[in-house]
């Protein structure tokens, strides 16, 4: 096959990541996929719900028309269209095509795939595999990918971690340095092109739904050398997960999918058992607030209302929690539409929700950000794209449930033809080559070494801590300009005292220390975009919410945000939304969607 | 999963005894370490906070323990241990249900990176061998509507979950090393050769299997249904396979 001797470099080998793995191997080229963790433990496994595609079998008139129209108006409007229209249309084939890679999707009586409901629409949509659909569709692809690596054309490198890119004198990516976890040896590999496919940066919150290897850490480090970061500020907090010690564990939305309710006792204080608390005396507040959608409005609508609701004394207990309740629906049908879901709360809670109500609270789950791409998921660094979470396309100011991950499938579908027509096209360095290699090497090992050697008395630990406290507290759900400005400052003072922490491993073998580290550092100048984008965006829309200014403002802010790095700070400007597709109207959830369309 | 009575009072100190080894060269030591208890503790927790301040219950500084862990909600199988005495994931390992001192060991079947890091690529080797994914045309667009039975399916689903952590090596008697390809290939062999396309290539699969140190190699224990922490009928699955083997052994030589 003809390959030129083409090399694609892949980081992160999630469902974005091996789509592109998948569709280059099948067009013959050489593909180096690099993965923190071996790829089929990366963090799609926790998509739990199902995936999106309008097929329309249920006889309910829903379109691909329709399922985009959700999404840019789910969205509020801050999506670029023609992208999430392209992923809406592709999102059927998505669906058949695992179905014939083997994922077992849950069938209809007739045998056909069967689909269920989701938030903010009012069709069934989703496709699903029991409750843990994202797991069954990464280890198809992560078996379609095993297959090209055993015909040698994709080499994994697991276990392995870039630091950064390797940029020539033009600002033309030519590939990466990674570094090897057990060794801590630094490596640099040449690639006509890289995809970047590294999912989200939840741990820049402490504590949220995602992975523990979801720092957004080699994202940063393309910002830092000059990718553009988009859309920072837009942060889903998704309304329903299970508060743990160690992370926020997350309770899907195919439960409400599938006609759970979200109640709280109607009497402030009532701290009777949930079975012993009379119909009458709950309060459904989603139902009542928004009658039209219920309980599956969109995640920033539930979440904020939850959080109302708490914030009111109004909470189970008092405390920052209420019920998801799932105990009036027949106890087969939960365990075969929702069993791995309900084991996870029994697990590491202790009840079983077949008989209990839930009890949950709004966690840090999915960022709308990302690295700024075009339609064919380039970033603005030639050679460079992006895809999945990492990029900030489609979900404009907040993602639907069931769309991440066939908008993860899609970006890698779309990334790989762009990165081999990019490859073909290109003219190699040739005897310059090793030059910029050693010097991008160098510097990489220096700032291991200096890392590796000062010694001082802060804990990387505890910065981490008090980071992700800040931004949980701060830069979530609701936001207000003075603790913006007040977290930024923290921020500041985290990046002075991170000059003074020391790695408190003297056995760098497989040490877990500087990676820390390192992902610390590149954390810290995220956070930082995310926060001061919320700063300087003075208006509510989507997930993110500020009370001194409630209402969406198309006339000042209806542009996405972007964010470049210099050496003081991260300097904003702000692009125009393609809205060329569907004009711009009131998100209004209270009532159904043609009202809202006729207004 | 069988959860142990609570104590009525809880322990104020969670006490930790931890199987470490610095090196793949080095000899395996046991260190202890003590962390003040809190409730809803897991075992990543504990970790995390010895982690933070790496001082054993000496009150001698030392290295920090090192394992791996990612999604934390027991699905992506990164975190297994051996968690007094058995093998399963940190995550979901509650100290509430442990008996003190709660004793961590690596794996012991899998080459010993450190500390509490095992080597579990020859797992995904395994698969590779037994050819598990179902051999289709392309990714192109295709109309197809295969129709299942949703009780296939079902059954299907159960083998899918297999999160490839090792449990059920770990506890296999037959399994030393890297020879026997063990319970879960076995299960990736059933949950494709049920699949309409990836019946296609059944012969290959079970030509896979009845290689040496293939299905013949199960002794019959059933510890693996014990310990796979996702309940997959794995013994089923061997059963299912032997069967399936038999026949097509019987068939070969019928033919031939």
């Known amino acids: 096959m003809a390959s030129n001797g083409m090399k694609i470099a892949i980081v992160g080998g999630g469902l974005a990541g091996l789509a592109a793995a998948m569709k280059i191997a099948e067009a013959g080229h050489a593909v180096d996929l690099f993965s923190v963790v071996p790829v089929k433990r990366s963090h799609s496994v926790c998509a739990q719900g199902a995936i999106n595609g309008a097929v329309n079998t249920k006889g309910e008139g829903d379109s691909t028309w329709e399922h985009f129209d959700d999404t840019v108006y789910g969205g509020d409007f801050l999506a670029d269209q023609p ?45 699903f595999a029991g409750a843990s659909t994202g797991q069954q569709l990464l280890y198809a692809l992560d078996e379609q990918v095993r297959r090209f690596e055993v015909q040698g054309k994709v080499r994994k490198f697991e276990h392995w971690e870039m630091m950064s890119l390797v940029l020539d004198d033009h600002q033309v990516c030519r590939g990466l340095i990674a570094m090897d976890l057990q060794t801590l040896e630094l490596k640099a590999f040449p690639a006509d092109a890289v995809i970047m496919a590294t999912g989200g940066p939840g741990l820049i919150f402490g504590k949220s739904t995602n992975s523990m ?14 990718a553009r970061y988009a859309n920072g500020e837009f942060i889903q907090v998704h309304p329903t997960s299970i508060p743990g010690e160690d992370k926020l564990r997350l309770m899907s939305e195919s439960a409400r999918g599938e006609g759970g309710r979200v109640w709280v006792p109607r009497n402030k204080g009532d701290v009777r058992p949930p079975s012993s608390i009379p119909e009458k005396e709950r309060l459904y507040f989603l139902e009542e607030q928004y009658p039209a959608y219920g309980n599956l409005v969109p995640r920033d609508i539930a979440t904020r209302a939850i959080f109302q609701v708490c914030l009111e004394g109004m909470g189970i207990g008092g405390q920052n929690q209420v019920y998801l309740d799932l105990t009036h629906i027949p106890a ?62 489609i979900h404009g100011a907040n993602r639907l449930g069931a769309n991440s991950l066939v908008s993860c499938v899609y970006g890698g579908f779309i990334a790989a033809p762009a990165a081999i027509e990019y490859a073909k096209n290109l003219q190699r360095n040739g005897a310059d080559g090793s030059r910029i290699y050693d010097q991008e090497l160098k510097l990489q090992q220096e700032i291991n070494d200096k890392l590796i050697k000062q010694s001082g008395d802060e804990n990387q630990y505890v910065l981490h801590q008090e980071m992700g406290k800040w931004m949980t507290d701060n830069v979530t759900v609701v ?64 997930a993110h919410f500020k009370p001194e200014f409630p209402d969406r403002d198309d006339e000042n802010f209806l542009k996405t945000t972007i964010a470049e790095y210099s050496g003081e700070g991260p300097v904003f400007s702000y692009l125009p939304v393609d809205i060329s597709l569907i004009k711009p109207r009131k998100r209004d959830y209270s009532k159904g969607k043609t009202e809202t369309a006729k207004v | ?76 199988g990164i975190c297994t241990m051996i968690i007094n005495g058995r093998a399963r994931q940190s995550c979901s390992a509650l100290v509430d249900n442990l008996e003190q001192p709660i004793r961590l060991e690596p794996m012991s079947k899998f080459p010993n990176v450190r500390d509490l890091i095992v080597d579990r690529s020859q797992m995904f080797d395994h698969l590779k061998r037994v050819d598990a994914m179902v051999e289709f045309d392309g990714t192109y667009h295709l109309v197809t509507r295969p129709r299942m039975i949703q ?48 019946a296609m290539n059944r012969t290959d699969r079970l030509e896979g299997i009845m290689q040496e140190d293939g299905i013949t190699n199960c002794g019959n ?5 014990k310990a796979c922490p996702m309940n997959i009928p794995l013994t089923r699955a061997i059963y299912e396979e032997n069967r399936e083997t038999v026949l097509h052994g019987l068939l070969g030589w019928l033919k031939g």
């Open chain 1, 83 to 127: 992208p999430a229209k392209a992923m809406c249309e592709m999102a059927p084939s998505i669906i058949y095509l695992f179905d014939r890679m083997g994922v077992p999707f849950s069938r209809t009586n007739e045998g056909l795939l069967d689909f269920r409901r989701f938030g903010g629409t009012k069709h069934h949509r989703t496709a």
């Open chain 1, 213 to 226: 290897v979801c720092t957004g850490s080699a994202v940063s480090a393309c910002y830092q050398q000059g």
């Open chain 1, 332 to 393: 087969e049908t939960l365990d075969r539409k929702l069993g791995a879901i309900l084991e996870i709360y029994e697990m590491f809670v202790g009840d079983d929700p077949r008989h209990v109500p839930m009890r949950i609270f709004p966690g840090v789950h999915y960022s709308m950000g990302g690295l700024w791409v075009d339609y064919n998921q380039r970033t603005n660094i030639p050679g460079l794209l992006a895809a999945g979470e990492c990029d900030f396309s």
């Open chain 1, 479 to 542: 936001r207000y300009n003075d603790r913006l400005k007040e977290t930024d400052k923290k921020l500041l003072e985290l990046m002075d005292r991170y000059k003074r922490i020391s790695i408190n491993d003297s056995n760098l073998w497989a040490t877990m220390a500087l990676p820390h580290a390192r992902h610390l550092a590149n954390m810290l100048e995220l956070a930082r975009v995310i926060t001061l984008g919320a700063l300087n965006r003075n208006e509510s829309r989507g």
């Open chain 2, 1 to 76: 999963m069988s959860a142990h009575p609570r104590t009525t009072t809880p322990p104020k100190t969670v006490e930790i005894h931890i199987r470490r080894r610095a090196n793949p060269d080095s000899p395996q030591y046991w260190e202890q370490f003590e962390i003040p208890y809190r409730p809803n503790l897991n075992i990543i927790s504990c970790l995390m906070e010895i982690q933070k301040n790496p001082v054993n219950k000496a009150g001698e500084r030392t290295t920090p323990p090192v394992w791996h862990m990612n999604c934390l909600e027991q699905v992506c």
């Open chain 2, 151 to 198: 009780d296939d399916v079902q059954e299907r689903y159960a083998y899918s979950r297999c999160m490839t952590c090792g449990c059920c090596l770990e506890a296999c008697p037959q399994y030393e090393g890297d020879h026997y390809i063990g319970p879960q290939a076995i299960a990736q062999v059933r949950l494709f050769n049920m699949h309409p396309s990836g």
């Open chain 2, 221 to 225: 224990a059933q510890n693996c249904v």
